[in-house]
């Protein structure tokens, strides 16, 4: 997977990914180039098997602070609405980027993570914070419905529709303690910590059975929009490919010998 990035930063140690958008005296803001150049790399990322979990991380204390008022909100303004939805569409394509690259996704949030920065946090499959991280969905803040990226399919999900739709309606911060209370947050720990206990939980995902940890994220996000009776059927297909893989052979192998199983992501 290329490291050779110029919008954001990417490190590649071992299986893990590292990645951080790099403006931090402006607390990391999103431009055009970088939500286009993510939305790629990710799109790319579904077809490398060498990465196998990615660490969304803050950079000078902040996670990000959304998109950019001088170089996104501004420009926006003076948009005719065909390269508005241009726009949204590219944007939105960045979470279904994230959702569709087959590896799980951590954000390790400190500071300020504030619209589409919040979005992006959101769209991972697993967030950790500081104690004093902010979070804000505060696009009606600046005008805008909080229908943004995907923000009223998620949230809600994750946090409920009460909790969301307060979120979304009046735009204010979610502490950490909130998100955290209320299933937003995984854990929360010191920022002197948020960086090992990120690598610690994308380590166990990595040396774990990476094809089925697809094949776990790929169901999460279709059996949104499945009744009941089509999620199990679903499952069951996804289960019996899984249980055509080496890696569940290696589990009972390991098992009958009193072993801990050494899985290889096939």
């Known amino acids: ?47 490398d098997d060498e990465v196998k ?10 996670f990000s602070s959304g998109g950019d008022v001088r170089d996104i909100i ?6 005719t609405m065909k390269e508005l939805l241009t726009f949204t569409r590219m944007t939105g394509d960045l979470v279904k980027a994230m959702i569709g690259c087959g590896k799980p996704i951590i954000a390790a949030v400190d500071g300020v993570s504030a619209g589409a920065g919040a979005i992006i946090a959101m769209a991972s499959d697993l967030r950790i ?37 307060e979120l979304l309606y009046l735009g204010r911060s979610m502490s950490a303690e909130e998100g955290h209370a209320w299933g937003y947050f995984n854990a929360v720990v010191e920022p002197a910590a948020l960086m090992d206990e990120a690598r610690k939980m994308a380590g166990r995902i990595a040396s774990g059975p990476t094809f089925s940890n697809m094949m776990t994220k790929t169901m999460l996000a279709q059996e ?19 249980m055509q893989g080496q890696d569940f052979t290696r589990a009972y192998e390991a098992f009958i010998a009193g072993q801990t199983p050494a899985f290889e992501g096939d």
């Open 1 to 47: 997977m290329r490291t050779d990035v110029s919008h954001f930063k990417c490190e590649i140690d071992g299986a893990i990914a590292t990645v951080s958008l790099d403006r931090p005296e402006r607390k990391n803001p999103l431009t055009f180039d970088s939500y286009a150049e993510m939305r790629d790399w990710f799109r790319e990322l579904h077809y």
């Open 129 to 165: 914070s500081t104690p004093t991280s902010k979070t804000a969905f505060l696009f009606n803040r600046v005008g805008l419905a909080g229908c943004d990226m995907g923000a009223c399919a998620m949230l809600p999900r994750i946090i409920g529709q009460g909790r969301a739709s």
């Open 74 to 79: 501004g420009p926006l303004t003076k948009m």
């Open 53 to 62: 979990a990615v660490i969304l991380a803050p950079n000078g204390g902040n």
């Open 224 to 242: 949104w929009s499945m009744s009941l009776d089509q999620a199990i059927e679903a499952e069951a297909q996804a289960q019996a490919i899984c």
